[in-house]
Protein backbone atom coordinates (compact mmCIF):
# COMPACT_ATOMS: atom_id res chain seq x y z
CA UNK A 1 0.00 0.00 0.00
CA UNK A 2 1.56 3.35 -1.18
CA UNK A 3 0.98 6.07 1.59
CA UNK A 4 2.85 9.23 0.05
CA UNK A 5 1.92 9.04 -3.45
CA UNK A 6 4.11 11.32 -5.79
CA UNK A 7 3.72 12.92 -9.20
CA UNK A 8 5.40 13.31 -11.81
CA UNK A 9 7.80 10.48 -12.26
CA UNK A 10 10.13 12.31 -14.78
CA UNK A 11 9.93 16.10 -15.19
CA UNK A 12 12.40 18.08 -18.02
CA UNK A 13 12.03 21.98 -17.53
CA UNK A 14 14.34 24.20 -19.19
CA UNK A 15 17.00 26.10 -17.61
CA UNK A 16 15.26 29.33 -15.42
CA UNK A 17 11.60 27.70 -15.10
CA UNK A 18 10.04 26.61 -12.30
CA UNK A 19 9.64 22.69 -11.65
CA UNK A 20 7.05 21.54 -9.77
CA UNK A 21 6.53 17.92 -7.86
CA UNK A 22 3.48 17.52 -6.47
CA UNK A 23 2.93 14.57 -3.17
CA UNK A 24 -0.37 13.21 -1.37
CA UNK A 25 -1.12 11.05 1.51
CA UNK A 26 -3.61 9.44 3.30
CA UNK A 27 -2.64 9.05 6.88
CA UNK A 28 -3.37 12.09 8.72
CA UNK A 29 -1.02 11.08 11.84
CA UNK A 30 1.64 12.29 9.18
CA UNK A 31 3.27 15.28 11.35
CA UNK A 32 6.19 15.75 9.14
CA UNK A 33 7.02 16.18 5.48
CA UNK A 34 10.21 16.45 4.03
CA UNK A 35 12.05 16.56 0.67
CA UNK A 36 14.76 14.94 -0.39
CA UNK A 37 17.36 15.27 -3.09
CA UNK A 38 19.34 12.53 -4.63
CA UNK A 39 22.23 12.62 -7.10
CA UNK A 40 22.83 8.93 -8.69
CA UNK A 41 25.09 6.88 -6.40
CA UNK A 42 24.63 9.56 -3.20
CA UNK A 43 21.85 8.84 -0.33
CA UNK A 44 19.60 11.17 0.20
CA UNK A 45 19.95 14.53 1.17
CA UNK A 46 17.12 16.71 3.07
CA UNK A 47 16.55 19.55 0.87
CA UNK A 48 13.63 21.77 3.06
CA UNK A 49 10.59 20.33 5.16
CA UNK A 50 7.13 21.12 6.66
CA UNK A 51 5.10 20.69 9.61
CA UNK A 52 1.09 20.85 8.75
CA UNK A 53 0.51 23.77 10.72
CA UNK A 54 1.70 26.58 8.75
CA UNK A 55 1.01 26.08 4.50
CA UNK A 56 4.25 27.25 2.97
CA UNK A 57 7.82 27.86 3.72
CA UNK A 58 10.58 29.22 1.54
CA UNK A 59 14.24 28.04 1.36
CA UNK A 60 15.95 30.22 -1.19
CA UNK A 61 14.96 29.15 -4.69
CA UNK A 62 12.83 25.97 -2.79
CA UNK A 63 9.42 26.54 -1.35
CA UNK A 64 7.13 24.08 -0.09
CA UNK A 65 3.42 24.36 -0.15
CA UNK A 66 1.12 22.81 2.15
CA UNK A 67 -2.86 22.34 1.56
CA UNK A 68 -3.61 19.81 4.76
CA UNK A 69 -7.35 19.95 3.90
CA UNK A 70 -6.60 18.15 0.70
CA UNK A 71 -3.92 16.07 2.29
CA UNK A 72 -1.35 17.08 -0.69
CA UNK A 73 2.05 19.14 -0.91
CA UNK A 74 4.31 20.45 -3.31
CA UNK A 75 8.09 21.28 -4.06
CA UNK A 76 8.36 24.48 -6.54
CA UNK A 77 11.75 25.62 -7.49
CA UNK A 78 12.30 28.63 -8.99
CA UNK A 79 15.22 29.54 -11.36
CA UNK A 80 15.56 25.93 -11.43
CA UNK A 81 19.52 25.78 -13.21
CA UNK A 82 21.25 22.15 -14.53
CA UNK A 83 22.64 21.35 -11.10
CA UNK A 84 19.26 21.08 -9.74
CA UNK A 85 19.10 17.92 -12.05
CA UNK A 86 18.52 15.03 -9.40
CA UNK A 87 16.08 13.07 -8.10
CA UNK A 88 13.47 14.19 -5.83
CA UNK A 89 11.76 12.29 -2.99
CA UNK A 90 8.75 13.42 -1.19
CA UNK A 91 8.11 11.73 1.98
CA UNK A 92 5.72 11.94 5.27
CA UNK A 93 6.34 10.81 9.16
CA UNK A 94 4.72 9.98 11.74
CA UNK A 95 5.63 10.94 15.19
CA UNK A 96 7.30 7.93 16.17
CA UNK A 97 10.26 8.05 13.09
CA UNK A 98 8.16 6.31 10.91
CA UNK A 99 9.04 7.54 7.34
CA UNK A 100 7.48 6.25 4.24
CA UNK A 101 8.68 7.78 0.84
CA UNK A 102 6.97 8.46 -2.38
CA UNK A 103 8.21 6.88 -5.60
CA UNK A 104 10.68 9.94 -6.81
CA UNK A 105 10.54 12.09 -9.32
CA UNK A 106 13.61 12.14 -12.09
CA UNK A 107 14.54 16.23 -12.95
CA UNK A 108 16.15 17.03 -15.42
CA UNK A 109 17.04 20.75 -16.32
CA UNK A 110 18.31 21.28 -19.95
CA UNK A 111 21.01 24.36 -19.91
CA UNK B 1 32.21 16.97 10.34
CA UNK B 2 30.22 14.82 11.88
CA UNK B 3 28.34 12.24 9.85
CA UNK B 4 27.07 9.07 8.74
CA UNK B 5 29.67 6.49 6.49
CA UNK B 6 29.21 3.40 5.33
CA UNK B 7 31.52 0.52 4.18
CA UNK B 8 32.41 -0.53 2.37
CA UNK B 9 30.80 1.80 -0.91
CA UNK B 10 30.76 -1.44 -2.96
CA UNK B 11 30.10 -4.89 -2.45
CA UNK B 12 29.73 -7.56 -4.63
CA UNK B 13 29.22 -11.16 -3.38
CA UNK B 14 28.11 -14.82 -4.95
CA UNK B 15 24.39 -15.98 -4.71
CA UNK B 16 23.70 -17.55 -1.42
CA UNK B 17 26.96 -16.13 -0.04
CA UNK B 18 26.27 -14.14 3.18
CA UNK B 19 27.42 -10.61 3.58
CA UNK B 20 28.40 -7.93 6.16
CA UNK B 21 27.40 -4.24 5.79
CA UNK B 22 28.48 -1.62 7.91
CA UNK B 23 27.48 2.02 9.11
CA UNK B 24 28.99 4.06 11.45
CA UNK B 25 28.05 7.81 13.09
CA UNK B 26 30.20 10.23 14.62
CA UNK B 27 26.47 12.38 15.08
CA UNK B 28 25.58 10.60 18.41
CA UNK B 29 22.03 10.14 17.27
CA UNK B 30 19.91 7.46 19.27
CA UNK B 31 17.93 5.64 16.41
CA UNK B 32 19.45 4.30 13.18
CA UNK B 33 18.31 2.86 10.33
CA UNK B 34 18.41 0.70 7.51
CA UNK B 35 16.63 1.25 4.18
CA UNK B 36 16.67 -0.98 0.95
CA UNK B 37 16.62 1.27 -2.00
CA UNK B 38 16.39 -0.42 -5.62
CA UNK B 39 17.08 0.75 -9.05
CA UNK B 40 14.60 4.31 -9.55
CA UNK B 41 12.70 3.33 -6.40
CA UNK B 42 12.28 5.05 -3.39
CA UNK B 43 13.46 4.08 -0.33
CA UNK B 44 12.03 1.05 1.55
CA UNK B 45 12.72 1.01 5.54
CA UNK B 46 13.76 -2.63 6.26
CA UNK B 47 14.00 -2.07 10.27
CA UNK B 48 15.37 0.52 12.59
CA UNK B 49 16.79 1.05 16.23
CA UNK B 50 15.91 3.61 19.32
CA UNK B 51 19.85 2.74 21.07
CA UNK B 52 19.03 -1.20 21.21
CA UNK B 53 15.48 -1.09 21.05
CA UNK B 54 15.34 -3.21 17.55
CA UNK B 55 12.13 -2.64 15.16
CA UNK B 56 11.52 -4.81 12.41
CA UNK B 57 9.25 -4.11 9.48
CA UNK B 58 6.56 -6.41 9.07
CA UNK B 59 7.17 -7.31 5.52
CA UNK B 60 11.24 -7.24 5.90
CA UNK B 61 12.35 -11.01 4.87
CA UNK B 62 14.21 -13.44 7.52
CA UNK B 63 17.20 -13.47 5.34
CA UNK B 64 17.82 -9.63 6.93
CA UNK B 65 19.50 -9.65 10.14
CA UNK B 66 20.48 -6.52 11.60
CA UNK B 67 23.09 -5.95 15.02
CA UNK B 68 23.84 -2.46 16.70
CA UNK B 69 26.37 -3.15 19.30
CA UNK B 70 26.93 -0.06 20.75
CA UNK B 71 25.39 3.83 19.58
CA UNK B 72 28.12 4.37 17.22
CA UNK B 73 27.93 1.22 15.01
CA UNK B 74 25.31 -0.81 12.91
CA UNK B 75 25.58 -3.66 10.80
CA UNK B 76 23.35 -5.26 8.35
CA UNK B 77 23.99 -8.92 7.44
CA UNK B 78 22.50 -10.62 4.83
CA UNK B 79 22.57 -14.28 5.14
CA UNK B 80 22.26 -15.79 1.96
CA UNK B 81 21.81 -12.96 -0.80
CA UNK B 82 19.34 -13.93 -3.74
CA UNK B 83 19.76 -11.88 -6.95
CA UNK B 84 16.84 -9.60 -5.90
CA UNK B 85 18.69 -8.29 -3.41
CA UNK B 86 20.67 -6.37 -5.10
CA UNK B 87 20.14 -2.65 -4.21
CA UNK B 88 21.73 0.68 -2.55
CA UNK B 89 21.78 -0.16 1.35
CA UNK B 90 21.16 3.49 3.11
CA UNK B 91 22.02 3.79 6.80
CA UNK B 92 20.21 6.66 8.30
CA UNK B 93 20.48 8.61 11.63
CA UNK B 94 18.08 10.36 13.87
CA UNK B 95 18.93 12.55 17.59
CA UNK B 96 16.14 10.74 19.12
CA UNK B 97 12.32 9.34 18.95
CA UNK B 98 9.73 11.73 17.90
CA UNK B 99 12.43 13.72 15.65
CA UNK B 100 11.65 13.17 12.42
CA UNK B 101 14.53 14.56 10.21
CA UNK B 102 17.00 11.88 9.43
CA UNK B 103 20.18 11.74 8.43
CA UNK B 104 21.56 9.60 5.24
CA UNK B 105 24.93 8.06 4.91
CA UNK B 106 26.03 7.46 1.21
CA UNK B 107 24.76 3.70 0.76
CA UNK B 108 26.60 0.57 0.07
CA UNK B 109 25.55 -0.49 -3.41
CA UNK B 110 25.47 -4.61 -3.45
CA UNK B 111 25.72 -6.30 -6.62
CA UNK B 112 25.10 -10.30 -6.32
CA UNK B 113 26.38 -12.51 -8.85
Known amino acids: QQQVKQSPQSLIVQKGGISIINCAYENTAFDYFPWYQQFPGKGPALLIA?????SEKKEGRFTISFNKSAKQFSLHIMDSQPGDSATYFC??????????FGAGTRLTVKP | DAMVIQNPRYQVTQFGKPVTLSCSQTLNHNVMYWYQQKSSQAPKLLFHYYDKDFNNEADTPDNFQSRRPNTSFCFLDIRSPGLGDAAMYLCATSPKEGYNEQFFGPGTRLTVL
Open chain 1, 91 to 100: AASRPNNDMR
Open chain 1, 50 to 54: IRPDV
